[in-house]
């Protein structure tokens, strides 16, 4: 089960519980038990700038990976767009106007792929986006 909270915006405070990719409870717009692709999730929190968090503790570990890895590509997202930095291991990214956005998310998806480490998400404020690793895949 994975919880995702809104922390910020119209919809600041309001929670969904997901099965899977099922919505668990009836909450508008979408229907009891819909299925949700969570990458469009994310992208609709983006599109709208809300800042989300998500509860995995409850999750199993097919619903964890699913579930980060749309997270994760949507905070790499965020972060650049707001002009805070990405760092993984000893490497940085930023992002400016006029660079090529989804080539330097490419590249940061492409590096954290080939590193054959598991990731974790250190943090996530307004000091950038830290991911760290946590032994081999």
Known sequence: MIKITILSGPFRGRSRTFIGTNLLLSARPL??????????????F???EDA???DYSQATPEE???????????????????GRSVRFMDREW???????????IGEVEDTIADSGF?????????NGLVIGTR???
Not at 31 to 44: I, M, N, Q, R, S
Not at 64 to 82: M, T
């Open 46 to 48: 983006l599109a709208h």
């Open 118 to 126: 598991m990731i974790t998400l250190e943090s996530d404020d307004e």
């Open 31 to 44: 229907a009891l038990g819909e299925e949700v692709k969570p990458g469009e999730l994310f992208a609709g």
């Open 64 to 82: 964890a990976q699913i579930w980060f890895l749309a997270d994760l590509a949507a905070r790499v997202n965020k972060a650049l767009l707001d």
């Open 94 to 104: 930023s992002w400016k106007p006029g660079d090529d956005l989804l080539r330097l």
């Open 135 to 137: 032994g081999l895949e």
């Open 52 to 54: 989300w968090e998500v």
